[in-house]
C-alpha cells in the first residue's frame, strides 16, 4: 500500500512511496499528528540521486520489522532537501553545529515544535565502524522521549537558541576593494594543489565559483597567476575521469586528489557551471581543449537533462545495473580491456586502452577503469573509437533520472547555453536556453511575479521559491537578454529582483535564504558561502549589480555593493568557498562596464561585445531608437553603421564602428 508520498512531484519522495514506512511529506498536519500521538518526529532528508540515501532506504525503510517499529513510535517525514533547501539548511547547521560534519542521508529527530534534539546522518541496519545501527538509534530515542522527556526538551530548547542567536556579521563597511580580491587570490594561490590542479585534497569538487573569480581577476588586472591556476584545472578536470570522455558533462566530484575515480551522479547545477567556466575560458585564452568541453557539456545537457516541456533535469543517478543485473555505481560509465576489445576489435582497443588510461588492474572496482584522457586531444583516431565506444554504452541499462525542474538550477543553465551558442555559432543552444526560459515564465512564475522552486512534467510544485532561485533565474535572463537583444527578459530579470528587494533584504542589506513571507522555520535560514551553486546571496549581488548596469536603477545597485559587504568580510579568510561573491565583486570593481550596440543582433559588433573580457560586462544590442532597452535610449548610429558605445562609472568612451576597437575596449586591463 503507497503512502501518502503517492500524492507529491518529487522523484525522490515518489521513489519512497511504496515503503511499508508511513511516511508524510514536510506539513503542519505531521506534526500536528507527532503532538496529537505524543510522539517525537523522525526527519529523513536526502535527494534521488544520492547514494547512500538509496542503501539507507534499502536496508531500513524497505524492511517490514524496522518500518512497523518507525510506524508505532514517530511520525516519519520525508524531505527532498532540492525541494525544500530551506528546512535543509536549518537542519544541516543545526547537525553540523551537534557533530561536527554533515551529509545525506540526513536523519534528524525532532518534538512536535519541529526542535531538533538528536541528529545524525546514515546509520547502518547492524552496528558497524563504532557507529550505532538504525534500531539502536530508534529505541534510543524512544526511551529518552518515554524516560527522560525533560532532559529532551532541554536539549531542544538550547540547540534553537544556540542556532537563533547566530548572526551573521555581514561586513557593513561596503564592497570588498583592491586590498580584499587580492588577499583573496593569494588565500586560494595556498590551497592550490600546483602538481593535479584544484584546491585542497581529496575528496575534489569541481571548484566552478572560483574559477570565474580568477578569470575575472586575471581580465581586470592582468595576474598571470590567476589565469594559470584556472587554466591548469580546467585540464586536469577536463582529463581526468570526473569528465565523462564519451558523452561530455562532468560527475559531481572526484573521489581523489587526482580528478580520476568519481563519484558517478551527474548534476545540472555542476554542469551548467562548468558550461559556462569552459566557455570563458575560451572567451580568455582560445584553447581549443575549453571549447570542446564547452560544447560537449551543453550538448550533455540538451541531449540527457532536457525534459519534454523544454526545461532541464535536476540529475542522473550514479547508479545503474551492471552486467549482472545488480544496481552499482558508476556501471555505466566504467570499462575493461576486455569490453573494449569486444567493441573495437584487438588493435583499436589496444589504442583505446592508451588514449583513455583503462589498465588490466582496472583504476575503479573490480578490475574496471573509469576512461581518461590521457593521449592527444587531437589524435584523429580517437574521434572514430569514441563513437563506436559511445554507441555501445547506450546499449547498457541507464541511469535513473530526476525529472523534477529546480528553477535556480535551470537559470544557471539557460545563462550557459545562451552564451555558449553566442560565443560558437551555436543558435541551437540559445533556442533552448529560451525554451526553459519560457517553462520558468510559464509555470514557475505566477502573476506577481513570485517563484516556485521546482515543477514536474509541466506542473508546478507547492514549495515557493527561496533567494537562490531569484538570484540565478534572474541571472539566466539578464545573459539571455544579452544575447538575443529581446528586451523582455531584462524585464522578467526586473521582476524577480524587485520581490528580492521587497522581500528577502534585512537591515544593513543583509540577505535572506527565505523570504519573510515565507513559511517559518525554528530559524530564517540565511547562507553567504557557496556549496555547489552559488549562494543565493551573492547570486542575487551578481543579478543586481547586472540589472543596474542595464537600467541605471540607483537601488538595485546600492544593494548589490550593500550584499557585497559580507564578501569583504569574508572573501579573504575563505576565498575557496565564496567565489561567486568574489565574481561579483571584480564585476563592480570593474565597472561595470555597459556597452550598448545600435545595429543587428548577431552581427559582428553584437558578437564583439558578447566576447568581451572585462568582468560582468552587460551587453544591450538592437536597433536604435527601439524601447528594448534602456542602454539603447538616445543612441543612434554613426553614418548609417553599426555602432557601439561602452560607458562605466558615469564615463563613456566615443562611439565606434569598429570592431577591434571595440575588442580593445572590453579586454579588461
Known amino acids: 500500500m503507497a503512502n501518502r508520498l503517492a500524492q507529491t512531484t518529487s522523484p525522490y519522495l515518489l521513489q519512497h512511496a511504496d515503503n511499508p514506512v508511513d511516511w508524510w511529506p514536510w506539513s503542519p498536519e505531521a506534526f500536528e499528528e507527532a503532538r496529537r500521538r505524543d510522539v517525537p518526529v523522525l526527519l529523513s532528508v ?75 546522518t546514515y546509520f547502518p541496519p547492524e552496528a558497524r565502524h563504532g557507529m550505532p ?20 526538551g532541554e536539549v531542544a530548547g538550547r540547540i534553537v537558541r544556540d542556532l537563533s542567536e547566530r548572526s551573521l556579521a555581514h561586513g557593513g563597511d561596503g564592497p570588498p576593494g583592491e586590498a580584499e580580491l587580492a588577499q583573496a587570490l593569494l588565500g586560494l594561490t595556498r590551497d592550490y594543489d600546483e602538481k593535479r590542479g584544484g584546491f585542497g585534497g581529496a575528496p575534489k569538487f569541481p571548484p566552478s565559483m572560483a574559477l570565474e573569480f580568477l578569470l575575472r581577476h586575471h581580465a581586470r588586472t592582468g595576474a598571470d597567476g590567476a589565469l594559470q591556476m584556472a587554466v591548469d584545472t580546467c585540464a586536469a578536470m577536463a582529463r581526468g575521469g570526473i569528465y565523462d570522455q564519451l558523452g561530455g558533462g562532468f560527475a559531481r566530484y572526484a573521489v581523489d586528489r587526482e580528478w580520476v575515480v568519481p563519484h558517478f551522479e551527474k548534476m545540472l547545477y555542476d554542469n551548467a557551471l562548468l558550461c559556462r567556466v569552459y566557455a570563458h575560458l575560451w ?22 537533462l532536457r525534459t519534454p516541456e523544454g526545461g532541464f533535469a535536476s540529475a542522473l543517478d550514479a547508479d545503474s545495473e551492471d552486467a549482472h543485473g545488480r544496481h552499482v555505481e558508476g ?16 588493435e583499436d582497443a589496444a589504442f583505446a586502452a592508451e588514449h583513455f588510461g583503462v589498465t588490466d588492474e582496472g583504476t575503479f572496482e573490480e578490475g574496471f577503469s573509469v576512461l581518461q584522457l590521457a593521449g592527444d586531444l587531437d589524435d584523429p583516431r580517437a574521434a572514430g573509437v569514441r563513437e563506436r565506444l559511445l554507441a555501445a ?44 526560459a519560457d517553462l520558468l515564465v510559464r509555470v514557475h512564475m505566477g502573476p506577481v511575479a513570485r517563484l516556485v522552486r ?78 555547489a551553486t552559488p549562494a543565493g546571496w551573492t547570486a542575487a549581488a551578481g543579478a543586481l549589480l547586472s540589472y543596474a548596469a542595464h537600467t541605471g536603477s540607483e537601488p538595485h545597485r546600492t544593494a548589490a555593493e550593500e550584499a557585497l559587504g559580507v564578501v569583504r568580510a569574508l572573501g579573504p579568510r575563505a576565498p575557496r568557498f565564496i567565489g561567486w561573491g568574489l565574481a561579483v565583486a571584480e564585476a563592480l570593481l570593474d565597472g561595470p562596464r555597459e556597452v550598448a550596440v545600435a545595429g543587428p543582433v548577431g552581427g559582428e559588433l553584437h558578437r564583439t561585445a558578447l566576447l568581451g573580457r572585462a568582468p560582468g560586462a552587460v551587453v544591450a544590442a538592437g536597433e536604435p531608437g527601439g524601447a528594448e532597452f534602456p542602454l539603447l535610449a538616445g543612441r543612434p548610429m554613426a553614418d548609417g553603421a553599426p555602432t557601439a558605445y561602452v560607458c562605466r562609472h558615469f564615463v563613456c568612451d566615443a562611439p565606434t564602428t569598429d570592431a577591434e576597437a571595440l575588442a580593445r575596449a572590453l579586454g579588461g586591463v
Open 46 to 120: 536526502g535527494y534521488a540521486s544520492c547514494h547512500w540515501c538509496h542503501v539507507m532506504a534499502h536496508e531500513s525503510f524497505e524492511d517490514d520489522d524496522t518500518a512497523a517499529y518507525m510506524n508505532e513510535h514517530f511520525v516519519s517525514v520525508k524531505v527532498d532537501r532540492e525541494e525544500r533547501p530551506d528546512v535543509d539548511a536549518v537542519y544541516m547547521e543545526a547537525v553540523q553545529a551537534a557533530t561536527g560534519q554533515g551529509g545525506w542521508p540526513m536523519t534528524v529527530f525532532l518534538t512536535a515544535d519541529a526542535e531538533p534534539f538528536y541528529f545524525g
Open 133 to 152: 545501527s538504525f534500531r539502536q538509534v530508534l529505541e534510543g530515542v524512544t526511551a529518552a522521549w518515554t524516560d527522560r522527556r525533560d532532559e529532551v
Open 283 to 304: 572567451r580568455s585564452t582560445g584553447s581549443g581543449l575549453a571549447r570542446r568541453v564547452a560544447l560537449e557539456t551543453a550538448d550533455f545537457m540538451v541531449r540527457e
Open 331 to 346: 556501471a555505466y560509465y566504467v570499462w575493461t580491456p576486455e569490453q573494449l576489445r569486444q567493441v573495437l576489435g584487438e
Open 393 to 436: 554504452r547506450e546499449q547498457r541499462p541507464r541511469p535513473g533520472r530526476d525529472d523534477k525542474i529546480v528553477a535556480a538550477w535551470n537559470g544557471l543553465a539557460i545563462a550557459a547555453l545562451a552564451e555558449a551558442g553566442a560565443f560558437f555559432d551555436r543558435p541551437d543552444l540559445v533556442e533552448r536556453a529560451t525554451e526553459a
Open 454 to 531: 521546482t515543477s514536474k512534467d509541466g506542473r508546478a510544485g507547492d514549495h515557493a521559491g527561496v533567494l537562490e532561485d531569484y538570484g540565478d533565474v534572474a541571472e539566466g535572463f539578464l545573459a539571455l537578454a544579452g544575447v538575443t537583444g529581446e528586451g523582455t527578459w531584462l524585464e522578467f530579470a526586473g521582476f524577480l529582483l524587485d520581490i528580492v528587494l521587497q522581500h528577502f533584504r534585512g537591515e544593513g542589506g543583509q540577505l535572506y535564504d527565505t523570504a519573510d513571507d515565507a513559511e517559518r522555520l525554528i530559524r530564517r535560514p540565511q547562507d553567504p558561502t557557496d556549496s
